[in-house]
């Protein structure tokens, strides 16, 4: 079947009208999910990312190329209507004329998009890699010029004409061996959601725990929480439009949102105290809200001051935070709450964990710079 | 007293009509709604009792003039609003009073008692409506606000000073009768949700009300913590600025570095803050589009419904049951209260009892007629033996005409020994005898009583019966045409 291309709209794409409401939203969300997908693959080497941009689906700028993708999903598991996505991507694709290190990929949720099966789950592969799938790729390519071609041909309107050329020119120069494919497995509508965004959060977990040195009790909380959070900046309003104005996020914005996330760790109170609490203390601790208590946001004063005292004394072996925390916390009892608690236990037990908590926000950091994520 | 005429003018409209010393019927001839009860609550009215009028008239814009006789002089006595004037006929005596606050001294003054508790409790004696009136006995409401107490008429009468238990016992009273509205208004809740098969939504209602609290709570939280975020950004970036602007430099192995935000130790915890605050305002954004959503649930759980938008008396009475089912009440607790409040009654009533009754002789005397009375009209066996049984509680199961009978017979009774103990001739004044249960038989048994016993006192029947159906002669006949008011034939 023919593709008839509309070369006024932004997007050379079948008629959304056609697609019922939740293939929309499906196809939103994959490309949502796409995005961060290679958000996090991306991740030491991008510095932003676009979703639903002036050109493509998903672009990610790394300062000297881009990378364009076009994100293709179908809701329910099969090859239904496959070739004819990749033709779509195609044709997207060639609506920009790519500088030479500018990089082109197509990602979608089918197990085989062209032909061969498992060379794409969850990762990025070159299409000369894949023999049998390379010539698919170029029969399909030849399909659209030939398209084009007869739209050329019947095309009337100058201005029309010229565009339609300019897209020819520009999908002839589109090299099916350096087309990049990858495939987001699995992904599809199913009643629990966790398991849609399977794949996106075992990826945002392995950045939590390698890069940024995080495994405890809480990362699934911090997974799950910077999923959301990066959900949603990626798709703002939570409602599905059919043309969405392009958001250019900075990387360095969702590392930040990231690390807020995890700087919300849990300290062990226990670690925090020589003596074991009696059930009285630990009942009084466990009531009073630290979170929402004014004076719980660090301040550079009070967190500078922290940590160049912490520095000297994290060279000593063995030393954590907590213990850090355990010995010297009256030293910066004063500086921190100008005498605003009348009870002492919650006082002090406030003051080791807000020294806990900078701290490990400090060491979190630190991995991040130093593992060239930020 | 006897009531000799009686005299009522609304607006350019006025009538007049004398009363007989003895016996009186106010009737319609068979015509229901024309203004019999009307007139029997501005006799009353007339004589300073805040009645509650019927619908559509309004008592505090009727003037009132009736000309009583007691011990032999006539008086008159007028009501203007709140103002009433007991004046001689030959004008040698003139007294004013204002309502309500003086109402009892007045009636102190016309029946000629020094008591206040029996004054006040005259009007349960004198007057039977036909609504409240059959279910009255000897304590309760007589209409509107005014009651009736056995215990501070017996107690007054012995000299007995029960005010302080009297008085608690009015605030449990009026107590429980709130909580019996409120426990009314969550039956018509019960009753609207059943109509409108909308059950589950009273339940909705209060879980949507009790999550929009709480989301408000987190709502407002959230706000205190961006606002701090937001000064201790201002704060931080006022410092970097502040190295820069001052062009400070280090030196670092021979080295001059200018100072600045990059380079100064610790100074992500801006980067850090900053995303902190747009973490913050986005779970702000989620909390109000949460609240919104259960605001807008919560209007569709409240909205009235505009059910035959024609019919304006249904949509009112619509309006009505759905402003009362909206009404928070805990029915539990609101139970509670009442049986609290009950007991509260019952332990002054018994308080009240025990020193009434010590050595107090009109109980028996009250309690000896009432057997007699019973007697007379075929209930003797409904009553106890105990002369304590005037101040039965004990109203269960008593209904129909021998309550009717037994109502009668009590309150005959209490007449005749106020008549003996202090002289006090107080007219009765019954509405509608035959609106309840009593048959033809019974009513002239009634009747016949009524007019045997208190030969020397004014009755007045109000009824839409004639003298026929009543068995009695009447020897004044007051036909009330279509008004209360109106100018009558005589």
Redesign the interface.
Known sequence: MSIKIDVETKQYDIDLAEKDASAVIFGFDFQVSAALFLFVKYIKKIRKIVVEGKYQDIELDFGDHTLYAQAKSIQVVSNNKRHEKFKEALLSLAKIRLNEQDKCMYISNYESPLKEKGYYDNVVAKLKMIEDDLTIANKLKQDVVNDLEEQINNETDKGKKEKLKLVKRNLNNLSMEELLISSIIPFVDIEDKSDKHKVLLTHIKKLINEDIGINDYDTDKYVNQTFQ?WY?SFHEDGSVKPEVVFKTIEK??LV??L???V?DCKVDVDKLYDHPLDDELTSKLKNFNFD?F?GA????KM??NI??EYIPYSRVVGASPEQFAKQYWKLFDNELLGGVFEDDDIKEYFVKRFIVKVLR??MN?GNVMNGGIL | MIIKSVSFTENNTKSFDTLDSHLNLITSNSVNSVGKSTLSRLIFYGLGYPIPPTEDINFKKIYCETIINQNNTDYSVVRDGTKLTIEKIDKSFKKEYLLPDEHNSFLMFLFNVDKENIARNLLGLMYIDQEKGWTLLNRGKVIGSIRFSIDELVASLNNVDCDDLFYRRDVYENEKDKYNALLSIDTIKEEYYNETGNLSLLSDYEYLKREIASLQISINDKKKEIKEVEEIIANDEKLFQFFVDMNVHINVNGESIKINKNNIECSYNLDYLKARKTILESDLYLLKKQISNLREDYQKATNVPDLFSNNKTVDNEMKINKALSLVDIDVEQISTAKDDAKKAISEINLSIRERTKQNNPYIKKIYDYLYEYANRLGIGNYISKNTDYIFTNNLKGKTGANFQKLIIAFKVAVIKVLEEELNIYAPLLIDSPKSKELDDTNTELVMNFIKDELKDHQIIVASIHNQDKLFIQFDKIIEIKEFAIEERQH
């Open positions: 959070k949603m360095s914005e930040w949102e690390l807020v996330i700087s929402t004014v946001t660090p301040r550079f967190v500078t940590v160049s926000n400090h950091v």
